[in-house]
Protein backbone atom coordinates (compact mmCIF):
# COMPACT_ATOMS: atom_id res chain seq x y z
CA UNK A 1 0.00 0.00 0.00
CA UNK A 2 3.08 2.62 0.68
CA UNK A 3 2.88 5.32 3.17
CA UNK A 4 0.65 8.09 2.36
CA UNK A 5 0.88 11.65 3.89
CA UNK A 6 -1.89 11.06 6.17
CA UNK A 7 -4.16 8.04 7.64
CA UNK A 8 -6.59 7.03 9.94
CA UNK A 9 -6.19 5.00 13.15
CA UNK A 10 -8.70 2.98 14.00
CA UNK A 11 -7.96 0.38 16.92
CA UNK A 12 -10.07 -2.77 18.28
CA UNK A 13 -11.68 -0.56 20.77
CA UNK A 14 -12.73 1.58 18.48
CA UNK A 15 -14.43 -1.20 16.56
CA UNK A 16 -16.08 -2.44 19.59
CA UNK A 17 -18.02 1.07 20.04
CA UNK A 18 -19.29 1.28 16.67
CA UNK A 19 -20.61 -2.36 16.87
CA UNK A 20 -22.19 -1.76 20.42
CA UNK A 21 -23.80 1.76 18.74
CA UNK A 22 -24.79 -0.64 15.95
CA UNK A 23 -26.29 -3.04 18.07
CA UNK A 24 -28.64 0.30 19.69
CA UNK A 25 -32.10 1.59 19.24
CA UNK A 26 -29.99 4.46 17.55
CA UNK A 27 -29.03 5.10 14.04
CA UNK A 28 -29.12 8.64 13.18
CA UNK A 29 -29.74 10.85 16.55
CA UNK A 30 -28.87 9.06 19.71
CA UNK A 31 -27.24 9.60 23.22
CA UNK A 32 -24.02 9.17 21.45
CA UNK A 33 -24.19 12.55 19.78
CA UNK A 34 -24.22 14.68 22.83
CA UNK A 35 -22.20 12.54 24.63
CA UNK A 36 -19.87 13.37 21.71
CA UNK A 37 -20.40 16.78 22.02
CA UNK A 38 -19.95 17.21 25.46
CA UNK A 39 -16.84 15.02 25.24
CA UNK A 40 -15.91 17.28 22.90
CA UNK A 41 -15.89 20.64 24.20
CA UNK A 42 -14.39 19.54 26.92
CA UNK A 43 -11.72 18.73 25.55
CA UNK A 44 -11.06 22.06 23.89
CA UNK A 45 -12.05 23.80 26.68
CA UNK A 46 -15.18 25.78 25.68
CA UNK A 47 -18.90 25.85 26.43
CA UNK A 48 -21.01 24.51 23.82
CA UNK A 49 -20.31 22.18 20.63
CA UNK A 50 -22.50 20.66 17.66
CA UNK A 51 -21.53 17.61 16.10
CA UNK A 52 -22.36 18.05 12.53
CA UNK A 53 -21.96 15.75 9.02
CA UNK A 54 -18.72 17.28 8.07
CA UNK A 55 -16.22 20.26 8.22
CA UNK A 56 -17.87 21.84 5.33
CA UNK A 57 -21.38 21.59 6.84
CA UNK A 58 -20.02 23.26 10.26
CA UNK A 59 -18.62 26.11 8.43
CA UNK A 60 -21.79 26.65 6.04
CA UNK A 61 -23.83 26.69 9.37
CA UNK A 62 -21.19 29.53 11.09
CA UNK A 63 -21.40 31.28 8.11
CA UNK A 64 -25.04 31.43 8.27
CA UNK A 65 -25.26 31.89 12.24
CA UNK A 66 -23.45 34.91 11.79
CA UNK A 67 -25.55 36.11 9.02
CA UNK A 68 -23.18 35.82 6.00
CA UNK A 69 -25.76 37.43 3.06
CA UNK A 70 -25.68 38.80 -0.11
CA UNK A 71 -23.54 41.93 -0.08
CA UNK A 72 -21.50 40.41 3.03
CA UNK A 73 -17.37 41.00 2.72
CA UNK A 74 -15.02 37.97 4.50
CA UNK A 75 -11.44 37.66 4.86
CA UNK A 76 -9.77 34.26 4.75
CA UNK A 77 -6.19 32.92 3.78
CA UNK A 78 -5.96 31.10 0.26
CA UNK A 79 -3.28 28.65 1.95
CA UNK A 80 -6.71 26.53 2.69
CA UNK A 81 -9.05 23.88 2.01
CA UNK A 82 -11.54 25.29 -0.60
CA UNK A 83 -13.99 25.02 2.20
CA UNK A 84 -13.12 27.81 4.15
CA UNK A 85 -13.86 30.25 1.54
CA UNK A 86 -16.83 28.35 -0.07
CA UNK A 87 -18.99 28.60 2.61
CA UNK A 88 -19.05 32.48 3.11
CA UNK A 89 -20.19 31.92 -1.09
CA UNK A 90 -22.76 29.10 -0.37
CA UNK A 91 -24.48 32.19 1.87
CA UNK A 92 -23.96 34.71 -1.21
CA UNK A 93 -21.07 36.30 0.76
CA UNK A 94 -18.06 37.98 -1.35
CA UNK A 95 -14.57 36.34 -0.59
CA UNK A 96 -11.26 38.34 0.06
CA UNK A 97 -8.06 36.76 0.47
CA UNK A 98 -5.54 37.84 2.56
CA UNK A 99 -1.96 37.02 1.72
CA UNK A 100 0.50 34.61 4.49
CA UNK A 101 3.25 35.17 6.41
CA UNK A 102 6.24 33.82 4.87
CA UNK A 103 7.67 32.05 7.93
CA UNK A 104 4.51 30.57 9.58
CA UNK A 105 2.23 30.07 6.05
CA UNK A 106 -0.87 31.84 8.61
CA UNK A 107 -2.34 34.68 7.68
CA UNK A 108 -0.60 37.53 7.64
CA UNK A 109 -1.73 39.46 10.54
CA UNK A 110 0.10 43.00 9.08
CA UNK A 111 -1.23 42.32 6.14
CA UNK A 112 -4.46 41.80 7.27
CA UNK A 113 -4.25 45.14 9.30
CA UNK A 114 -3.38 46.87 5.74
CA UNK A 115 -6.41 44.93 3.81
CA UNK A 116 -8.53 46.45 6.15
CA UNK A 117 -7.30 49.61 6.60
CA UNK A 118 -8.04 50.21 2.66
CA UNK A 119 -11.70 50.29 2.48
CA UNK A 120 -13.91 52.16 4.57
CA UNK A 121 -15.15 51.62 7.93
CA UNK A 122 -17.78 48.41 8.19
CA UNK A 123 -17.00 47.27 5.34
CA UNK A 124 -15.76 43.64 6.10
CA UNK A 125 -18.22 41.65 8.38
CA UNK A 126 -15.61 39.03 9.79
CA UNK A 127 -12.88 37.00 9.31
CA UNK A 128 -12.03 33.28 8.74
CA UNK A 129 -8.09 32.09 10.30
CA UNK A 130 -6.85 28.78 9.43
CA UNK A 131 -4.79 26.93 11.90
CA UNK A 132 -2.79 25.65 9.00
CA UNK A 133 -1.45 22.22 9.01
CA UNK A 134 -1.80 22.29 12.82
CA UNK A 135 0.07 25.97 13.58
CA UNK A 136 -2.43 27.97 15.98
CA UNK A 137 -3.26 31.32 14.64
CA UNK A 138 -2.63 33.93 17.47
CA UNK A 139 -6.07 34.51 17.84
CA UNK A 140 -5.52 37.48 20.40
CA UNK A 141 -4.10 39.35 18.08
CA UNK A 142 -6.77 38.73 15.12
CA UNK A 143 -9.55 39.94 18.06
CA UNK A 144 -7.82 43.30 18.30
CA UNK A 145 -8.42 43.73 14.99
CA UNK A 146 -11.66 42.22 15.02
CA UNK A 147 -12.58 44.60 17.98
CA UNK A 148 -11.55 47.63 16.33
CA UNK A 149 -13.60 46.88 13.15
CA UNK A 150 -16.47 45.33 14.52
CA UNK A 151 -15.60 41.48 12.78
CA UNK A 152 -17.14 38.19 13.59
CA UNK A 153 -13.86 35.28 13.64
CA UNK A 154 -14.92 31.93 12.80
CA UNK A 155 -11.59 29.57 13.53
CA UNK A 156 -11.24 27.18 10.90
CA UNK A 157 -9.49 24.13 13.62
CA UNK A 158 -9.84 21.52 11.62
CA UNK A 159 -5.91 20.97 11.51
CA UNK A 160 -5.55 21.68 15.30
CA UNK A 161 -7.38 19.97 17.96
CA UNK A 162 -5.27 20.14 21.18
CA UNK A 163 -2.97 22.29 19.70
CA UNK A 164 -2.48 26.51 20.98
CA UNK A 165 -0.89 29.10 20.91
CA UNK A 166 0.70 31.32 24.04
CA UNK A 167 -1.15 34.60 24.61
CA UNK A 168 0.13 37.88 26.01
CA UNK A 169 -0.50 36.41 29.64
CA UNK A 170 1.33 33.13 28.68
CA UNK A 171 -1.95 31.45 29.35
CA UNK A 172 -2.42 28.38 26.37
CA UNK A 173 -4.96 29.13 24.61
CA UNK A 174 -6.34 26.19 22.88
CA UNK A 175 -7.53 25.93 19.12
CA UNK A 176 -11.35 26.11 18.72
CA UNK A 177 -11.97 27.31 22.85
CA UNK A 178 -13.71 30.44 21.86
CA UNK A 179 -11.74 32.24 24.32
CA UNK A 180 -11.17 34.87 20.79
CA UNK A 181 -13.02 33.32 18.16
CA UNK A 182 -16.94 33.38 17.79
CA UNK A 183 -17.27 30.04 16.41
CA UNK A 184 -14.51 27.50 15.78
CA UNK A 185 -14.79 24.24 13.89
CA UNK A 186 -13.36 21.28 13.18
CA UNK A 187 -13.59 18.18 10.37
CA UNK A 188 -13.39 14.35 11.29
CA UNK A 189 -12.75 13.74 7.79
CA UNK A 190 -9.87 10.24 7.91
CA UNK A 191 -7.02 12.15 7.74
CA UNK A 192 -7.61 14.17 10.95
CA UNK A 193 -6.61 13.69 14.37
CA UNK A 194 -9.73 12.06 15.22
CA UNK A 195 -11.74 10.36 12.39
CA UNK A 196 -15.27 9.07 12.09
CA UNK A 197 -15.08 8.84 8.46
CA UNK A 198 -17.41 12.10 7.33
CA UNK A 199 -18.09 14.41 10.43
CA UNK A 200 -17.18 17.62 12.01
CA UNK A 201 -17.83 19.46 15.26
CA UNK A 202 -18.41 23.52 15.73
CA UNK A 203 -17.56 25.10 18.95
CA UNK A 204 -18.67 28.14 20.89
CA UNK A 205 -19.19 30.00 24.28
CA UNK A 206 -22.14 31.98 22.42
CA UNK A 207 -25.40 30.25 24.12
CA UNK A 208 -27.27 32.39 21.01
CA UNK A 209 -25.21 31.71 18.57
CA UNK A 210 -25.03 27.59 19.60
CA UNK A 211 -28.89 28.18 19.92
CA UNK A 212 -29.10 28.51 15.86
CA UNK A 213 -26.78 26.26 15.35
CA UNK A 214 -29.29 23.47 16.68
CA UNK A 215 -31.79 24.95 14.88
CA UNK A 216 -30.05 25.29 11.20
CA UNK A 217 -28.65 21.77 11.65
CA UNK A 218 -32.25 19.79 11.81
CA UNK A 219 -34.14 21.92 9.26
CA UNK A 220 -34.63 24.70 10.95
CA UNK A 221 -36.93 22.48 12.31
CA UNK A 222 -37.25 22.91 16.56
CA UNK A 223 -39.60 20.94 19.36
CA UNK A 224 -38.75 23.02 22.03
CA UNK A 225 -42.05 24.52 23.85
CA UNK A 226 -40.46 27.18 24.61
CA UNK A 227 -39.72 28.56 21.38
CA UNK A 228 -43.09 27.42 19.48
CA UNK A 229 -45.20 29.92 18.47
CA UNK A 230 -48.30 27.54 19.38
CA UNK A 231 -48.79 24.09 20.39
CA UNK A 232 -51.07 21.33 18.58
CA UNK A 233 -50.00 18.75 20.81
CA UNK A 234 -47.20 15.97 21.55
CA UNK A 235 -46.25 15.62 18.19
CA UNK A 236 -46.37 19.16 17.08
CA UNK A 237 -43.02 20.80 15.43
CA UNK A 238 -42.40 23.98 13.90
CA UNK A 239 -39.45 24.76 10.73
CA UNK A 240 -38.60 28.43 12.11
CA UNK A 241 -35.99 29.02 9.45
CA UNK A 242 -34.62 27.77 6.31
CA UNK A 243 -32.10 24.63 7.86
CA UNK A 244 -30.40 21.80 6.22
CA UNK A 245 -29.64 18.26 7.47
CA UNK A 246 -26.55 18.19 8.38
CA UNK A 247 -26.79 15.40 10.98
CA UNK A 248 -24.03 12.95 12.09
CA UNK A 249 -25.02 9.60 12.57
CA UNK A 250 -24.95 8.20 16.37
CA UNK A 251 -22.64 5.37 15.32
CA UNK A 252 -20.10 8.51 13.90
CA UNK A 253 -20.48 9.52 17.26
CA UNK A 254 -19.75 6.51 18.78
CA UNK A 255 -16.22 6.08 17.07
CA UNK A 256 -15.58 9.93 17.81
CA UNK A 257 -15.87 9.04 21.39
CA UNK A 258 -13.41 6.42 21.35
CA UNK A 259 -11.01 8.37 19.31
CA UNK A 260 -11.26 11.53 21.07
CA UNK A 261 -9.64 9.25 24.37
CA UNK A 262 -6.87 8.36 21.85
CA UNK A 263 -6.26 12.29 20.97
CA UNK A 264 -3.93 13.61 23.71
CA UNK A 265 -1.91 10.09 22.49
CA UNK A 266 -1.91 10.84 19.15
CA UNK A 267 -0.76 14.56 19.11
CA UNK A 268 2.02 13.34 21.50
CA UNK A 269 3.20 10.83 18.55
CA UNK A 270 3.07 13.43 16.27
CA UNK A 271 4.86 15.64 18.05
CA UNK A 272 7.74 13.12 17.90
CA UNK A 273 7.15 12.33 14.32
CA UNK A 274 8.28 16.35 13.72
CA UNK A 275 10.90 16.71 16.48
CA UNK A 276 12.82 13.57 14.28
CA UNK A 277 12.05 15.42 10.98
CA UNK A 278 13.41 18.61 12.10
CA UNK A 279 16.22 16.95 13.65
CA UNK A 280 17.04 14.90 10.25
CA UNK A 281 16.69 18.00 7.75
CA UNK A 282 17.07 21.14 10.33
CA UNK A 283 20.94 21.51 8.74
CA UNK A 284 20.15 21.11 5.25
CA UNK A 285 20.66 23.46 2.39
CA UNK A 286 17.80 22.32 0.21
CA UNK A 287 14.94 21.97 2.89
CA UNK A 288 12.86 24.10 5.06
CA UNK A 289 10.86 23.79 7.65
CA UNK A 290 7.55 25.39 9.32
CA UNK A 291 9.57 27.48 12.32
CA UNK A 292 7.63 24.85 14.86
CA UNK A 293 10.20 24.91 17.77
CA UNK A 294 8.96 28.22 18.21
CA UNK A 295 5.60 27.26 18.56
CA UNK A 296 5.19 24.03 21.12
CA UNK A 297 1.50 24.19 20.36
CA UNK A 298 1.41 23.13 17.13
CA UNK A 299 -0.91 19.77 16.74
CA UNK A 300 1.17 18.58 13.01
CA UNK A 301 -1.72 17.98 11.14
CA UNK A 302 0.56 18.04 8.48
CA UNK A 303 4.72 17.97 8.26
CA UNK A 304 5.59 20.48 5.60
CA UNK A 305 9.19 20.70 4.20
CA UNK A 306 9.81 23.52 1.14
CA UNK A 307 12.19 22.14 -1.53
CA UNK A 308 13.87 23.58 -4.88
CA UNK A 309 12.74 20.22 -6.55
CA UNK A 310 9.52 19.76 -5.18
CA UNK A 311 7.89 17.32 -8.85
CA UNK A 312 11.12 15.70 -8.89
CA UNK A 313 10.96 14.71 -4.74
CA UNK A 314 7.44 14.09 -5.15
CA UNK A 315 7.87 11.91 -8.16
CA UNK A 316 11.35 9.97 -6.73
CA UNK A 317 8.72 9.26 -3.21
CA UNK A 318 6.30 7.90 -5.23
CA UNK A 319 8.95 5.53 -7.03
CA UNK A 320 9.72 4.23 -3.24
CA UNK A 321 5.90 3.69 -2.31
CA UNK A 322 5.93 7.06 -0.30
CA UNK A 323 3.17 9.43 -0.98
CA UNK A 324 3.26 12.97 0.06
CA UNK A 325 0.61 15.84 -0.53
CA UNK A 326 0.47 19.29 -1.43
CA UNK A 327 -1.30 21.69 1.23
CA UNK A 328 -2.16 23.70 -0.60
CA UNK A 329 -2.65 24.82 -4.10
CA UNK A 330 -4.02 28.43 -3.20
CA UNK A 331 -7.32 29.18 -3.32
CA UNK A 332 -7.56 31.93 -5.53
CA UNK A 333 -5.72 30.18 -8.27
CA UNK A 334 -8.98 27.78 -8.86
CA UNK A 335 -10.92 28.66 -11.84
CA UNK A 336 -14.00 28.87 -9.94
CA UNK A 337 -12.45 31.85 -7.91
CA UNK A 338 -10.38 33.11 -10.86
CA UNK A 339 -14.24 33.49 -12.45
CA UNK A 340 -14.85 35.70 -9.72
CA UNK A 341 -11.89 37.85 -10.83
CA UNK A 342 -8.98 36.58 -8.42
CA UNK A 343 -5.71 36.23 -11.22
CA UNK A 344 -2.56 34.56 -10.66
CA UNK A 345 0.18 37.49 -8.79
CA UNK A 346 -2.75 38.42 -6.50
CA UNK A 347 -1.24 36.82 -3.34
CA UNK A 348 2.52 36.34 -4.17
CA UNK A 349 3.48 35.12 -0.80
CA UNK A 350 1.25 32.14 -1.11
CA UNK A 351 1.91 31.26 -4.71
CA UNK A 352 5.85 31.30 -3.87
CA UNK A 353 4.85 29.06 -1.07
CA UNK A 354 2.91 26.75 -3.16
CA UNK A 355 5.58 26.27 -5.58
CA UNK A 356 7.81 24.45 -3.16
CA UNK A 357 5.75 22.79 -0.34
CA UNK A 358 5.60 19.23 0.01
CA UNK A 359 3.06 17.43 3.28
CA UNK A 360 5.55 14.38 3.87
CA UNK A 361 4.08 10.91 6.06
CA UNK A 362 2.88 12.57 9.10
CA UNK A 363 0.21 10.56 11.08
CA UNK A 364 0.13 8.72 14.87
CA UNK A 365 0.89 5.28 13.44
CA UNK A 366 3.58 5.72 11.03
CA UNK A 367 6.16 3.58 12.75
CA UNK A 368 9.63 4.30 13.36
CA UNK A 369 10.56 2.18 10.48
CA UNK A 370 8.36 4.22 8.06
CA UNK A 371 9.70 7.30 8.93
CA UNK A 372 13.38 6.25 9.04
CA UNK A 373 12.79 4.97 4.93
CA UNK A 374 10.73 8.36 4.54
CA UNK A 375 13.68 10.57 5.93
CA UNK A 376 16.16 8.20 4.06
CA UNK A 377 14.68 8.61 0.90
CA UNK A 378 14.47 12.42 1.09
CA UNK A 379 18.12 12.43 1.35
CA UNK A 380 19.01 9.65 -0.60
CA UNK A 381 16.94 12.07 -3.53
CA UNK A 382 19.88 14.46 -2.43
CA UNK A 383 22.62 11.98 -2.70
CA UNK A 384 23.07 12.37 0.87
C1 LIG B 1 -8.79 23.58 6.67
C2 LIG B 1 -10.00 22.76 6.32
N1 LIG B 1 -11.21 23.35 6.34
C3 LIG B 1 -12.33 22.65 6.05
C4 LIG B 1 -12.28 21.32 5.72
C5 LIG B 1 -13.54 20.62 5.35
O1 LIG B 1 -13.83 19.51 6.15
P1 LIG B 1 -14.65 18.27 5.57
O2 LIG B 1 -13.78 17.54 4.62
O3 LIG B 1 -14.96 17.46 6.81
O4 LIG B 1 -15.89 18.79 4.95
C6 LIG B 1 -11.05 20.65 5.71
C7 LIG B 1 -10.89 19.21 5.47
O5 LIG B 1 -10.99 18.58 4.53
C8 LIG B 1 -9.87 21.40 5.98
O6 LIG B 1 -8.66 20.82 5.94
Not at 59 to 77: P, R
Not at 267 to 289: G, T, V
Not at 309 to 337: C, G
Amino acid sequence: MGISYGKQFISEEDIQEVVKSLSSDFLTQGPKVAEFESKFAEYIGCKYAVAVSNGTAALHLCALSVDVKEGVNVITTPITFAASANCVRYCGGNVFFCDIDPETFLIDITKLKTLIASKPKGFFSGIIPVDFAGMAVNLEEIKKIALENKLWIIEDACHAPGGYFMDSKGVKQFCGNSQFADLAIFSFHPVKHIATGEGGMITTNDKKLYEKLILLRTHGITKNEELLTKNDGGWYYEMQELGFNYRIPDVLCALGISQLKRANEGLKRRREIAKKYFDAFKNHDDIKIQPFELHSGHAFHLFIIRVSKRKELYDYLRTKNIFAQVHYIPVHTMPYYKGLGFKEGDFPVAESYYRDCLSIPMYPSLTDNDQDMVIKSILEFYGN
